[in-house]
């Protein structure tokens, strides 16, 4: 059974940092393009970042670029995501998200539909 957990998520305040961790099992997502998504109460769920699945190319939405930061650990089956210099905006559960596809190159990368796995998601709450 494939699963994505993602765990790091808590309460922060404005200007503070944390890591998210997204780790699959059931199958290897080293050569899988993985992202992270986000959504807001009464919001749809957005694209946050995505990392190829060559892991040479990320991608970022234009509202976190230069403040978060994702990676992938490909030994350990895991991606993160660096947040720095949160704001109360970026209050939300964050979703971590896996193509199903080995070596595909996912052009809409802030498609969620280009995702075929989902973890439950962690919440990240920015006090201002």
């Known amino acids: 059974q494939v699963q994505l957990v993602e765990s790091g998520g808590g309460l922060v305040q404005a200007g503070g940092s944390l890591r998210l961790s997204c780790a699959a099992s059931g199958r290897t997502f080293s050569y899988s393009t993985m992202g992270w998504f986000r959504q807001a109460p009464g919001k749809e769920r957005e694209f946050v970042a995505a990392v190829s699945s060559s892991g040479a190319n990320t991608y970022y939405a234009d509202s976190v670029k230069g403040r978060f930061t994702i990676s992938r650990d490909n030994a350990k089956n895991t991606e993160y995501l660096q947040m720095n210099s949160l704001k109360p905006e970026d209050t939300a559960v964050y979703f971590c998200?896996?193509?199903?596809?080995?070596?595909?190159?996912?052009?809409?990368?802030?498609?969620?539909?280009?995702?075929?796995?989902w973890g439950q998601g962690t919440q990240v709450t920015v006090s201002s």
């Open positions: 998200a896996a193509d199903y596809w080995v070596g595909r190159t996912v052009l809409e990368y802030w498609n969620l539909n280009e995702y075929h796995y």
